[in-house]
T-cell receptor
Framework: GAGVSQSPSNKVTEKGKDVELRCDPI?????LYWYRQRLGQGLEFLIY????????KSGLPSDRFSAERTGESVSTLTIQRTQQEDSAVYLC??????????????FGPGTRLTVL | AQSVTQLGSHVSVSEGALVLLRCNYS??????LFWYVQYPNQGLQLLLK??????LVKGINGFEAEFKKSETSFHLTKPSAHMSDAAEYFC??????????FGKGTMLLVSP
């Protein structure tokens, strides 16, 4: 079946502009994750959605970052007033319901964001 | 809090040589450990994972890793490197049952 998809694949924006990144999880996956990968760094956890529960936002680096997910479908990550340090690859992953046991996370190809 | 350290941002091997990528972790609970591979312009692909049971785990493409609790290590190995193994490799530890904490990655370079 289809994997996790993300759009756009590349985004170039000017400092101070807002951007929206989209993630389509695998059908039936109730958990969705956003990670950020900056050059030379590992992946940093940003936010985690599990079904209709309140999201875990503990990884969001500032209040300029926000994310939404409607039900168990598409998620959007929004970065307001972008800064050059926001330049990174933003990766989305999804997994089956997390309920006391680990379920493998499947990653999308990422969105490469460049802030000029 | 969990953390992961990968020794060496770049590792170079010749085709046919042994591949060894090092990973050490810290965890306050029995860890779930993972190795992911990332090919250029692609997402992460799970190579292998350790959850419980046998400490030597085998993954795809001939890779394997051994969980050593006494050394807090989970090094990735492959007996004979292939050109197609050139990629970036990430070690990760599970935080709770949900999010992953990743190392900074090791780029594997394979020369003919």
């Amino acid at each position: 079946g289809a994997g996790v998809s993300q759009s756009p694949s590349n985004k170039v924006t000017e400092k101070g502009k807002d951007v929206e990144l989209r993630c389509d999880p695998i059908s039936g996956h109730t958990a969705l994750y956003w990670y950020r990968q900056r050059l030379g760094q590992g992946l940093e956890f940003l936010i985690y959605f599990q079904g209709n529960s309140a999201p875990d936002k503990s990884g969001l680096p500032s209040d300029r970052f926000s994310a939404e997910r409607t039900g168990e479908s598409v998620s959007t990550l929004t970065i307001q007033r972008t800064q050059q340090e926001d330049s990174a690859v933003y990766l989305c992953a999804s997994s089956r319901r997390v309920s006391g046991a680990y379920n493998e996370q499947f990653f999308g190809p990422g969105t490469r964001l460049t802030v000029l | 809090a969990q953390s992961v350290t990968q020794l060496g941002s770049h590792v170079s091997v010749s085709e046919g040589a042994l591949v060894l990528l090092r990973c050490n972790y810290s965890s306050s609970v029995p860890p779930y450990l993972f190795w992911y591979v990332q090919y250029p312009n692609q997402g992460l692909q799970l190579l292998l994972k350790y959850t419980t049971g046998a400490t030597l785990v085998k993954g795809i493409n001939g890779f394997e890793a051994e969980f050593k609790k006494s050394e807090t290590s989970f090094h990735l190995t492959k007996p004979s490197a292939h050109m197609s193994d050139a990629a970036e490799y990430f070690c990760a530890v599970l935080s709770g049952y949900s999010t992953l904490t990743f190392g900074k990655g090791t780029m594997l370079l394979v020369s003919p």
